[in-house]
Structures are given as C-alpha cells and as structure tokens.
C-alpha cells in the first residue's frame, strides 16, 4: 500500500496518509520512552511485536461488537486505520494497584481493588498527563456527560474482555491505557476505540510468578523487555517466525516452533 505524507508523528508511532480518505497507516516505532520522555531508547523489534498484539487484542474487540480505528495490518509494523479525531483524555483502567496510583495516594504496591477503577488524565505532554476529574472534560468541552458514560462502559467491557483473555495465558491483566477518538464520515459521528493495546500502553504480570512482561521492564531497568513481550505474543499464540527481530530469538522461535 502506498504511503502519503507523514500526518503525524508521536513517541512510539509515525501516522501516513493512506490512499482511500479517511483511512490512515500507523507505524509502529522501536522507540521506548517514559517518565514523559525523560527516559528513552530504541529496542529493536518492539515496534513489531506491538503493531502484532496490538492487531490481535482490537480485531477480537471488534468481533465482540466494539469498534476499533484498525481495518488490518499490512505488514510488520504497519496497519491501516481509520483517522478520529482523539479525544484528549487518557482512559487508565485498573484492577491491581500500581504505579502512578500507589506513589499518589501512599497504596500498598499489588493491592487488589474489589472492582475496576477507572482514572482520566489529560493527554498533555508538556503538563506531564494530570489526573482530572470527569467535570474537567466536560467544562472544557473534550466530551460530553453522556459520551462519557458510555466511553467508561466501554472500558469496563474491554476490561472484562482483556481479562478473560490474559487470564486464558496465566497472564494478571493489572491497568491499561486506552484512548478514544470521533470519526466524522458525513451524517455519521460515532466515538470509537484508536491507538494502541499492547505491553507498552497496559500492566502484565505472570499470574503466578508476577513477573513482568510488560513495559515496567523499561521504566525499573529490570531488561529483557524484547523477551518479555515475545513471551505475551508466544502466549496468545501470535508470535510467527516472520517476527524476524533478532538472531538469537530466532533460536528461541525455532525450539518453540519445534516442540508443537
Ligand atoms: N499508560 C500509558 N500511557 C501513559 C500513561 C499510562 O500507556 O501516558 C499506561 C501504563 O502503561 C499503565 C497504565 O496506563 O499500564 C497506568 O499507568 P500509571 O498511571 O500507573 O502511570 P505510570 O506509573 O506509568 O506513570
């Protein structure tokens, strides 16, 4: 597929204009960043294990009936969706207390919460992403009281959905990130489910070790995140040799390949 000109360009992804309107390509980047981009690397074949899990978790939420921005993949770090406008508020869905939730508020590290919870920030890099309450993003206009509801109703669905399905892979689904957008096509405005889902923008713990395969990996310099993720997408059944990252994962690809 042909790419256009670069329409935008973020920490992890790179969007192109596509050939049909109205449709976009998302590249997926090997940068990993945190603390706002206080701290940054490049890792090798990350980019191409998101764009995967990310295409897996969104096309199995819109076979149960949630719409996603993603019409497919097109090659390894490539997929082609539809353009929304981005709502400027970060969905963050938890059901173990952790990171920023835990500093915050003096919770204990782990604490299981008896139902989700879910927090809105405002997507602002330079103000560091801040906590706000729902009355913020109706006073200022970025949704409204009954887009609201429904986009959290939406979480909770794709909480339930995520959980069941990490549960499946012995895998604690623990908090995630999600971000919604407004497609505009004419008579039709709908909100809809964009960016990404994968171990960069959720917590995944291994259910019974608690290790971590996700991209705390990064921010604590625990290392071996490339592995990590791997594993995420071994378990989900979605890591093909055509992941071609790195030689000696490629070893690994084969034993596993070997042992089915
Ligand atoms: N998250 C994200 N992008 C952000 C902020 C958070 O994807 O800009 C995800 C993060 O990976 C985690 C969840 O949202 O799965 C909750 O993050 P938290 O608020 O604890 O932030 P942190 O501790 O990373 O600052």
Not at 73 to 99: C, D, H, S, W, Y
């Amino acid at each position: 597929m042909k790419k256009g000109k670069k329409l935008y360009e973020g920490k992890a992804k790179i969007l192109y204009a596509a050939p049909e309107k109205g449709t976009a390509i998302q590249h997926f980047k090997d940068n990993a960043t945190a603390f706002n981009n206080q701290k940054k690397t490049i890792i090798e074949g990350k980019g191409i294990l998101n764009n995967r899990i990310s295409e897996h978790i969104l096309s199995n939420l819109n076979q149960i009936g949630i719409e996603t921005h993603l019409i497919k993949r097109i090659n390894m770090r490539e997929q082609l969706i539809k353009i929304v406008e981005i709502i400027p508020v970060e969905f963050i869905v938890r059901n173990i207390a952790t990171g920023s939730l835990t500093k915050r508020l003096g919770i204990e590290d782990g604490t299981v919460l008896d139902k989700p919870l879910i927090e809105f920030c405002y997507k602002n890099d330079e103000l560091n992403d801040p906590l706000i309450a729902k009355e913020h993003i109706t006073a200022f206009k970025w949704a409204e009281e009954n887009e609201i509801n429904w986009i959290k109703d939406q979480c909770l669905r794709i909480n339930d959905f995520m959980q069941g399905m990490f549960k499946g892979i012995g895998i604690k689904l623990v908090d995630f990130k999600l971000e919604f957008g407004r497609l505009n096509q004419g008579e039709v405005r709908r909100i809809i489910l964009a960016d990404e889902i994968s171990p960069d923008t959720c917590r995944l713990w291994d259910a019974s070790s608690e290790k971590k395969l996700d991209k705390d990996r990064f921010r604590k310099d625990l290392g071996n995140l490339l592995e990590a993720y791997q594993e995420v997408a071994r378990r989900l059944n979605i890591l093909h040799e055509e992941t071609n990252i790195k030689p000696v994962e490629f070893g690994k690809l084969r034993s596993i390949k070997n042992r089915k």
